[in-house]
């Protein structure tokens, strides 16, 4: 069975920094992945996804991420985040499309500091 | 556009009742629906998989006959948590795919259950 593996449980990072927040997956095949974020109050909102093609995938508010296969990565980044980014991120891989089963990771928890 | 709410936002109830957890896709109709439950600092557990006008599939280890799934109509999937336990105390959301073309889960903001 596929897995998600986010090594990160919280990340504090200053305003304007870099962020990076890290996935793994097991699977036998190429996955399918996904960066999701979680605000107090709201649904998870899709950042991006990754089904086929180029590796690095450009998504909403400014995150970008990489699928590393030979790492069995796909980090998020953000060049430079702001306040209203803190919340929790989920990556999560789907197996086969059109079944469309998400299996998530355990969450990151963003923090910005002033 | 691709709006998914849910209803209640939270629900309070005593053991042994009854709780039902409405999921809407506002704006799209969703063939399929997917119910989650999510522990405090977790992540989500998908519980079931709910299509419309058939039964639901549920995830190994849930039980089916305490959280019933109806999938009535391409826009109201329901979950309803019978004879209510404190240990069913959880945040349950639910997601809702479209249609082809739309081959991307929307997921609703979440319904917080406690069971006194």
């Known amino acids: 069975a596929q897995s998600v593996t986010q090594p990160d449980i919280h990340i504090t990072v200053s305003e304007g920094a870099s962020l990076e927040l890290r996935c793994n997956y097991s699977y036998g095949a190429t996955p399918y992945l996904f960066w999701y974020v979680q605000s107090p109050g709201q649904g998870l909102q899709l950042l991006l996804k990754?089904?086929?093609?180029?590796?690095l995938v450009q998504g909403i508010k400014g995150f970008e991420a990489e699928f590393k296969r030979s790492q069995s990565s796909f980090n998020l980044r953000k060049p430079s985040v702001h306040w209203s980014d803190a919340a929790e991120y989920f990556c999560a891989v789907a197996v086969a499309f059109g079944n469309e089963k998400l299996t998530f990771g355990t969450g990151t928890r963003l923090t910005i500091i002033p | 556009g691709a709006v998914v709410s849910q209803h209640p936002s939270w629900v309070i109830c005593k053991s042994g009742t009854s709780v039902k957890i409405e999921c809407r896709s506002l704006d799209f109709q969703a063939t399929t629906m997917f119910w989650y439950r999510q522990f405090p600092k977790q992540s989500l557990m998908l519980m079931a998989t709910?299509?419309?006008?058939?039964?639901?599939?549920?995830e190994q280890g849930v039980e089916k006959d305490k959280f019933l799934i109806n999938h009535a109509s391409l826009t109201l999937s329901t979950l309803t948590v019978t004879s209510a336990h404190p240990e069913d105390s959880s945040f349950y959301i639910c997601?809702?795919?479209?249609?082809?073309?739309?081959?991307?889960?929307?997921f609703g903001p979440g319904t917080r259950l406690t069971v006194l």
């Open positions: 709910s299509n419309e006008g058939s039964k639901a599939t549920y």
């Open positions: 990754y089904f086929s093609g180029d590796t």
């Open positions: 997601s809702a795919k479209g249609l082809a073309g739309i081959n991307e889960q929307f």
